[in-house]
């Protein structure tokens, strides 16, 4: 065998070496090991590289301990899983070396102070006051010569629009809308208005027309500025008197648009019958509203991930009063959990579920996990998951792990699940992240009114 031959023999063999190695299982985990962690300051974790090989650690041990050393190079046997426990918020590197000299894993490790927040399961009353009126639709009117148009359509509002501002002075509500085209005089001058639309202010000017039927000026549009319903708290955050709940943003039922928040309130609610969920009708929860003179909260903000405000306390009807931890969206794992939530009247019970797909995401995204319901009781009262249930905290091994957010209809079920990060982040209790997307709600909304 000449000195070719051999080369290309050897060039074979490494591949083949290389090709078993990366296929092994070790070496699978090896690499899984990702290169930022995020630590909570209190909360042990462990790293498992399932490499048998002796290695040297580095880290700044006022912010991370290994294996409870509080050197700043520790001896460590890779088999073995590290144990990390968090010092004190801040930010450090943890370096990996063999023999101390060969870098193998450099990882970045922030650690952010300890945060436990009370799950919530309640089910809650919600009614939202949007920051304006919203045009829901366009309807025709009749002049006295017949025509029939609509002055709002042929301004350019659309359905989704947001008015804000008539001839200079601000609307909320409905009536004031009203109020305005009554007190407009000069009924041949256009009305001045101000709307938003994609979160931009727009201006365009509106004739109304005289109603030759019901004898009165009319703008031609449809319009709501409310909306009501109810809903699963997910957590309060006794430090911050923060909550969040619903697991989802609440969109306006005939424009699909989400509502921007004028003010708001939350409620307590009693559920009083369940309609079960079946094969291609998803099932929904029943319930009133209780003693609307006590406001558990306001309403702040209304997003993809649900709506959020101040509490002054947790509701007393809890499973638990106790804070839990909270697990990043990394931490989540494929296995057993449970979910909190109210079948019957205001009492929280727990639920066993399963988590059977986790999403890695790097930014806010509203389906983080799927979970499938396996608590025979549960399946037997509900049929699975139904609307009303959106928000219901979800735990996994000790810790709130995310929020119910969707049914599958063709399987009840099973749905979909938020990581509880992103919500904290939208209720101001940790760092927030902008979040893009929205889905559907379900709050109920009032008939729109005519002017």
């Given at each position: 065998?000449?000195?070719?031959?051999?080369?290309?023999?050897?060039?074979?063999?490494?591949?083949?070496?290389?090709?078993?190695?990366?296929?092994?299982?070790?070496?699978?985990?090896?690499?899984?090991?990702?290169?930022?962690?995020?630590?909570?300051?209190?909360?042990?974790?462990?790293?498992?590289?399932?490499?048998?090989?002796?290695?040297?650690?580095?880290?700044?041990?006022?912010?991370?301990?290994?294996?409870?050393?509080?050197?700043?190079?520790?001896?460590?046997?890779?088999?073995?899983?590290?144990?990390?426990?968090?010092?004190?918020?801040?930010?450090?590197?943890?370096?990996?070396?063999?023999?101390?000299?060969?870098?193998?894993?450099?990882?970045?490790?922030?650690?952010?102070?300890?945060?436990?927040?009370?799950?919530?399961?309640?089910?809650?009353?919600?009614?939202?006051?949007?920051?304006?009126?919203?045009?829901?639709?366009?309807?025709?009117?009749?002049?006295?010569?017949?025509?029939?148009?609509?002055?709002?359509?042929?301004?350019?509002?659309?359905?989704?629009?947001?008015?804000?501002?008539?001839?200079?002075?601000?609307?909320?509500?409905?009536?004031?809308?009203?109020?305005?085209?009554?007190?407009?005089?000069?009924?041949?001058?256009?009305?001045?208005?101000?709307?938003?639309?994609?979160?931009?202010?727009?201006?365009?000017?509106?004739?109304?027309?005289?109603?030759?039927?019901?004898?009165?000026?009319?703008?031609?549009?449809?319009?709501?500025?409310?909306?009501?319903?109810?809903?699963?708290?997910?957590?309060?955050?006794?430090?911050?008197?923060?909550?969040?709940?619903?697991?989802?943003?609440?969109?306006?039922?005939?424009?699909?648009?989400?509502?921007?928040?004028?003010?708001?309130?939350?409620?307590?609610?009693?559920?009083?019958?369940?309609?079960?969920?079946?094969?291609?009708?998803?099932?929904?929860?029943?319930?009133?509203?209780?003693?609307?003179?006590?406001v558990l909260g306001n309403v702040e903000r209304n997003t993809a991930f649900?709506?959020?405000?101040?509490?002054?306390?947790?509701?007393?009807?809890?499973?638990?009063?106790?804070?839990?931890?909270?697990?990043?969206?990394?931490?989540?794992?494929?296995?057993?959990?449970?979910?909190?939530?109210?079948?019957?009247?205001?009492?929280?019970?727990?639920?066993?579920?399963?988590?059977?797909?986790?999403?890695?995401?790097?930014?806010?995204?509203?389906?983080?996990?799927?979970?499938?319901?396996?608590?025979?009781?549960?399946?037997?009262?509900?049929?699975?998951?139904?609307?009303?249930?959106?928000?219901?905290?979800?735990?996994?091994?000790?810790?709130?792990?995310?929020?119910?957010?969707?049914?599958?209809?063709?399987?009840?079920?099973?749905?979909?699940?938020?990581?509880?990060?992103?919500?904290?982040?939208?209720?101001?209790?940790?760092?927030?992240?902008?979040?893009?997307?929205?889905?559907?709600?379900?709050?109920?909304?009032?008939?729109?009114?005519?002017?």
């Open positions: 065998m000449n000195s070719s031959q051999r080369k290309r023999w050897f060039g074979l063999l490494l591949v083949l070496i290389i090709c078993l190695i990366s296929s092994s299982s070790t070496f699978q985990q090896f690499v899984s090991i990702p290169n930022e962690l995020r630590l909570f300051t209190g909360q042990l974790k462990h790293l498992q590289y399932g490499v048998p090989v002796q290695a040297e650690a580095t880290v700044n041990p006022q912010v991370l301990k290994i294996n409870g050393s509080t050197a700043q190079t520790v001896s460590v046997n890779l088999k073995n899983p590290l144990a990390l426990q968090p010092s004190q918020s801040g930010h450090t590197k943890l370096q990996m070396k063999l023999f101390g000299k060969i870098p193998i894993k450099t990882i970045d490790v922030n650690v952010i102070p300890d945060l436990k927040v009370i799950p919530g399961g309640q089910t809650i009353g919600v009614k939202v006051k949007s920051a304006g009126v919203l045009v829901v639709g366009h309807h025709q009117v009749a002049d006295g010569t017949g025509t029939k148009l609509s002055p709002g359509e042929q301004a350019g509002l659309k359905l989704g629009d947001l008015i804000t501002n008539i001839n200079g002075s601000k609307v909320t509500e409905v009536q004031q809308v009203a109020d305005l085209l009554r007190k407009h005089t000069d009924k041949k001058k256009p009305l001045q208005i101000k709307y938003k639309r994609n979160g931009l202010i727009k201006e365009t000017v509106l004739a109304p027309t005289f109603d030759s039927f019901d004898k009165s000026w009319r703008l031609g549009l449809y319009i709501r500025d409310t909306a009501a319903g109810v809903g699963t708290l997910t957590f309060y955050d006794p430090a911050k008197g923060r909550y969040g709940a619903l697991g989802h943003v609440i969109t306006d039922m005939d424009t699909q648009t989400p509502v921007e928040v004028g003010e708001g309130k939350v409620l307590q609610s009693n559920v009083t019958s369940i309609n079960k969920s079946q094969t291609g009708e998803p099932g929904e929860k029943r319930a009133q509203f209780v003693k609307e003179d006590q649900g709506i959020f405000g101040k509490m002054h306390s947790a509701p007393k009807e809890g499973y638990s009063l106790q804070p839990v931890p909270v697990a990043f969206s990394e931490d989540v794992r494929t296995g057993p959990a449970e979910i909190w939530t109210v079948v019957n009247g205001q009492k929280v019970e727990r639920f066993h579920i399963e988590v059977t797909h986790v999403t890695k995401q790097n930014a806010p995204a509203t389906k983080g996990m799927v979970i499938k319901i396996t608590d025979k009781r549960l399946l037997e009262k509900t049929g699975g998951i139904v609307q009303g249930m959106s928000g219901s905290p979800i735990l996994q091994n000790g810790k709130l792990i995310g929020a119910v957010t969707h049914v599958f209809v063709n399987d009840p079920s099973s749905g979909y699940g938020c990581f509880i990060e992103w919500m904290l982040q939208d209720a101001d209790v940790i760092k927030a992240t902008p979040s893009q997307s929205f889905i559907t709600d379900e709050i109920n909304h009032p008939l729109p009114i005519a002017v």
